[in-house]
T-cell receptor
Framework: DAGVIQSPRHEVTEMGQEVTLRCKPISGHNSLFWYRQTMMRGLELLIYFNNNVPIDDSGMPEDRFSAKMPNASFSTLKIQPSEPRDSAVYFC?????????????FGPGTRLLVL | AQSVSQHNHHVILSEAASLELGCNYSYGGTVNLFWYVQYPGQHLQLLLKYFSGDPLVKGIKGFEAEFIKSKFSFNLRKPSVQWSDTAEYFCAVKANFGNEKLTFGTGTRLTIIP
């Protein structure tokens, strides 16, 4: 089992640029989560999908952030335009089911630095 | 809405000391509880989880946690820590119904001194 795969692992960009983060969940998992981790705010849930449908995006900070899940094996988190305060580690996680059996498996994260 | 409190922000222990990290949650219904660990520079890994049954849960690497419903607590314990346990530990809770999301505590940084 390859686990949750995220790319890129590191991203350095300039303010105003578009950033796209990618995630491949564990095969067979039907829930996918995007988290952001910062020193100030800890680990925050941004959005999660169940069966490719966004269920809760209340954690998405603002309109500059968008997430898609076109199929069961791929999701993107896009920031456009990026700002320095978006610098953080972004984790993707997946789980089998969305109910009480849920255990989330995390990817290695993408470390984003916006200059 | 559910919430999770981890009162210890940074804990420093010597090797072989016993460990207990506090976790309290606020939700009146049935919950699922988790402890995750993040080693320096690595991603989160599941240490242990509680869904139902025996409130004393054993996880990987000698960790265990006890669910005390009356205290809304799920403290993490290890009888004898090692230097390799240096990491950040996150408690998380999820209400056992509907679309309630997994809510994380702010984490406890554990530093083990050799």
């Amino acid at each position: 089992d390859a686990g949750v795969i995220q790319s890129p692992r590191h991203e350095v960009t300039e303010m105003g640029q578009e950033v796209t983060l990618r995630c491949k969940p564990i095969s067979g998992h039907n829930s996918l989560f995007w988290y952001r981790q910062t020193m100030m705010r800890g680990l925050e849930l941004l959005i999660y999908f169940n069966n490719n449908v966004p269920i809760d995006d209340s954690g998405m900070p603002e309109d500059r952030f968008s997430a898609k899940m076109p199929n069961a094996s791929f999701s993107t988190l896009k920031i456009q335009p990026s700002e320095p305060r978006d610098s953080a580690v972004y984790f993707c996680a997946s789980s089998l089911g969305a109910g009480w059996e849920e255990t989330q498996y995390f990817g290695p994260g993408t470390r984003l630095l916006v200059l | 809405a559910q919430s999770v409190s981890q009162h210890n922000h940074h804990v420093i222990l010597s090797e072989a000391a016993s460990l207990e990290l506090g976790c309290n949650y606020s939700y009146g219904g049935t919950v699922n509880l988790f402890w995750y660990v993040q080693y320096p520079g690595q991603h989160l890994q599941l240490l242990l989880k509680y869904f139902s049954g025996d409130p004393l849960v054993k996880g990987i690497k000698g960790f265990e946690a006890e669910f005390i419903k009356s205290k809304f607590s799920f403290n993490l314990r290890k009888p004898s820590v090692q230097w390799s346990d240096t990491a950040e530990y996150f408690c998380a809770v999820k209400a056992n119904f509907g679309n309630e999301k997994l809510t994380f505590g702010t984490g406890t940084r554990l530093t083990i001194i050799p």
